[in-house]
Every structure is written in structure tokens, then in C-alpha cells.
């Protein structure tokens, strides 16, 4: 049976009027982090996750086809598997992105509560694809560190200028700092070879909003979304900008004796 997106926000929503007020709060936290609810003073504010988490008992182990019927099921058993399922994702995301990103930096419990409201609507609308092949808790815990890290990498070009991706202060561009310094002295002169009659033929085909494109997408890798946004162009018009860029490039490149996939591997070696 497959969700619908209402249907899933329609049933997380409908534990406030069910859970006692401690799986009440942890399941729907997100929306009370940053207000007062009415008729209490900022010192009455629900609990933080982590303190509920500290005082819950540990949760009952259910197998992967538990998990499947317990959130198939409208009513009591979807409410609780909903809420134990937000505590198992809530309290695994500090270690999983421990590498990305600190639990003490200031914007982890805003992120972690995002990403775990999205997950559970994410698993609901998604049951159906759970093959079996691992834990339920494994394949879930995967949805929200795939949704973290997507949102993490938004968030991180969400104040970037397209122009400082395309030169440096000195007014050097970018795609001539990407040589590897580690690799020998051979190879070295040759990326840098590579990489400047690539650079030049760049400057010399491509317009301004094309090199702009270019550089944030391929060779800084921001997302699709976050450089449409920024120069006020539909992704489906980006798409084409960006295939035409590329066959400019790979004509010239062609007429100059250096193949695209040659231009590639020194990209993705530097």
C-alpha cells in the first residue's frame, strides 16, 4: 500500500491528539523548538529531545516485518512505531554525521529535527521499496543521512557568490588551483599544461553565464538547484546551458588535440 504525501503528514500530525505528552513532544518537537506554546512562559518550553531520549526506556526490538505492518496500520500501532522509529533516528544522526558536522555547532538540532520529520514521511511514502535485504532500522537510518547530507550541502552554498567560484581575488580562475601538488614532477607539468589550455579555451567559448555554470556545477560541484537559483533561470533552462557548454568545449577540445576524457581524468585528479 503507498502513502500519499498528505496521508503521511495527516498521520504523523495525528499523534498530538493521541501519545501521552512525552512521545507527543518527541515526535513532534520540530514544531515547538523556536516558539512558546500558548499560556506557557519561555521557562515551560517542552523538553529537548535529548532529555526525553535520556528518560525514555529502551525500546522494544521489532523485526523487519513488524516495523512494516506496525506503520501500515492507522491507529495505535503506527502512532508508537512512529514514535519509537523518530527516537532511533533522532539519536543515531549525532554519530552519523559526526564527520560533517558537530552536535555542538548551533545548527545541528534545527538540522537533526528536520531531517528526522523528513525521514519518517520519506519511510511512509517509501515502504514498499524495502527489499529485506538489511535491518528496517538500517535502510532507515540510510534515507536520513542521505536527506542530512543533501541538506547540509545546500545550506553550505546558500550564501556563495557565483562569481567567487569563477575567479580568486587575484583575479586568477579558479580551475587553475586544481592541480594535484602531491603527484610527481612529470605528471605535475602536465595537469598544469592540461588544466591552462583548458582554462583559456573556457575564456575564449564560453559566455559569462555558460563559465559561470560551468565552474559552480563541475568543477565546485554545487548543487543544480542552488546555481538555477542564483542566476534566476529554471533547472530545465540550466540543463541546457550546460549541454551546450559542454559541446562547445568538446569541439574545440577536439580541434586542439586534447580529448574530453583526457580533460576529465586531470579534473578528477587534481
Wanted: hydrophobic content about 35%.
Amino acid at each position: 500500500m503507498q502513502f500519499s504525501q498528505a496521508k503521511s503528514r495527516d498521520s504523523v500530525a495525528h499523534m498530538e491528539c493521541t501519545l501521552p505528552i512525552t512521545a507527543y513532544v518527541s515526535v513532534q518537537h520540530v514544531r515547538y523548538t523556536s516558539t512558546v506554546k500558548a499560556g506557557l512562559s519561555p521557562k515551560n518550553r517542552f523538553p529537548a529531545d535529548q532529555d526525553l531520549l535520556q528518560e525514555a526506556p529502551k525500546l522494544a526490538e521489532r523485526k523487519n516485518e513488524e516495523w512494516l505492518s506496525d506503520l501500515r496500520t492507522p491507529g495505535l500501532a503506527q502512532e508508537t512505531a512512529l514514535s519509537d522509529l523518530r527516537s532511533i533516528i533522532r539519536s543515531g544522526l549525532p554519530y552519523a554525521l559526526s564527520n560533517y558536522l558537530s552536535p555542538s555547532d548551533p545548527q545541528f538540532d534545527d538540522l537533526a529535527e528536520e531531517v528526522t520529520q523528513d525521514t519518517l514521511l520519506r519511510v511512509l511514502d517509501n515502504l514498499d521499496t524495502f527489499e529485506g535485504r538489511s535491518k528496517f532500522t538500517t535502510w532507515v537510518h540510510k534515507i536520513a543521512v542521505r536527506i542530512a547530507l543533501t541538506e547540509l550541502r545546500r545550506k553550505r552554498w546558500q550564501d556563495v557568490s557565483l562569481d567567487s567560484l569563477v575567479e580568486t581575488e587575484d583575479g586568477q580562475m579558479s580551475i587553475s588551483l586544481m592541480a594535484d601538488p602531491g603527484v610527481g614532477p612529470e605528471l605535475a607539468t602536465e595537469q598544469i599544461d592540461i588544466l591552462t589550455r583548458v582554462e583559456r579555451i573556457i575564456l575564449e567559448e564560453l559566455t559569462d553565464k555558460q563559465r559561470s555554470a560551468l565552474m559552480a556545477t563541475r568543477i565546485h560541484g554545487m548543487p543544480m538547484d542552488s546555481v538555477a537559483r542564483k542566476m534566476g533561470m529554471h533547472r530545465n533552462a540550466l540543463y541546457k546551458l550546460l549541454h551546450d557548454a559542454r559541446l562547445r568545449l568538446k569541439r574545440r577540445l577536439t580541434e586542439e588535440g586534447l580529448s574530453p576524457e583526457e580533460a576529465l581524468r586531470t579534473f578528477e585528479a587534481g
